[in-house]
């Protein structure tokens, strides 16, 4: 089924982790107003993703919003650490299948964050809502040795989801 999905949505590699295709954006655009200088974007924009087998999508941070809607597999976790510090994990998923899971979940604006899907034996076919849109500059990448100068409470999840 996974195969099938990667052909029909035309997914590719994405950099972090797993396999993506740019969904939708929006035609109307926005400056965000939250004082980081940012120009004009999407007002948002939406990608498909795909994880499969021990597939993570690694440690980032985006100056954006970002929701994740399930939609079709096994159940994906979550991991988030807040700029204070603080550690949560979500699933994302059926809850008709998982009691714990959501359907979706909102990720918001400065938070790291990393996904991993809970059965390596499967897949899961997910979207990322991104408001304002998404734009690579506003996206930084969790470099380990930052990331556990920060929060070193937290040194094997931060390992564990980290591409160097």
């Known amino acids: 089924m996974a195969d099938e999905l990667i052909k029909s949505l035309n997914l590719v590699p994405l950099p972090l982790g797993g396999l993506y295709a740019k969904s939708m954006h929006a035609r109307t655009t926005v400056k965000p107003l ?3 200088g940012r120009e004009v974007r999407d007002a948002y924009s939406v990608i498909y993703l795909l994880l499969r087998g021990s597939d993570i999508n690694a440690w980032h941070k985006m100056k954006s919003e970002e929701t994740y809607f399930y939609h079709k597999g096994s159940s994906i976790a979550l991991h988030m650490i807040t700029e204070e510090g603080k550690y ?3 699933i994302i998923g059926d809850p008709m299948s998982d009691c714990k899971a959501s359907f979706h979940c909102h990720v ?3 938070v790291w964050f990393a996904l991993e899907l809970l059965d390596k ?3 899961c076919v997910f979207s990322e809502a991104t408001g304002p849109g998404f734009e690579y500059e506003d996206c930084e990448v969790g470099e380990k040795a930052k990331m556990l100068a920060m ?4 040194k094997e999840i931060v390992e564990k989801f980290c591409l160097k």
Do not use: A
């Open 88 to 90: 949560e994990n979500k």
């Open 34 to 36: 939250d004082g980081s």
């Open 151 to 154: 929060f070193p409470q937290h």
């Open 121 to 123: 034996t499967s897949y």
């Open 108 to 110: 918001p604006k400065n």
